[in-house]
Nanobody, 121 residues
């Protein structure tokens, strides 16, 4: 069992930065694939980025060069550094943990409660 708690969301102007954190409880954190997803109002939850236990990463095309996923296995924490934010990045951001290196939300077994990110123009 893994319990996930996100933090770091907020209101920021376009072009600004935020760093999201996701703290995980439970053992064997380094064996989990960690992902970030987001859900804007009226839209489906979409994949943002993922990272393997050894640090292999993948980001969706629309955030490449702006967002960076990372993890610290000694702190059981995964991060999402978001730079050059755009109004279209506005969403609730969720972290997730699973055993399959995938973009699909059904591949993730555990989810946090989400943190709101709002980017004003």
């Amino acid at each position: 069992q893994v319990h996930l708690v996100e933090s770091g969301g907020g209101l920021v102007q376009a072009g600004g930065s935020l760093r999201l954190s996701c703290a995980a409880s439970g053992r064997r954190f380094n064996t989990y694939i960690m992902g970030w997803f987001r859900q804007a109002p009226g839209k489906e939850r979409e994949f943002v980025a993922r990272i393997s236990g050894s640090g292999i990463t993948y980001h969706r095309d629309s955030v490449k060069g702006r967002f960076t996923i990372s993890r610290d296995n000694t702190k059981n924490t995964v991060y999402l550094q978001m730079n050059s934010l755009k109004p279209e990045d506005t969403a609730v951001y969720y972290c997730a943990a699973g055993q399959i290196y995938s973009d699909h939300r059904d591949s993730y077994d555990y989810w946090g409660q989400g943190t709101q990110v709002t980017v004003s123009s």
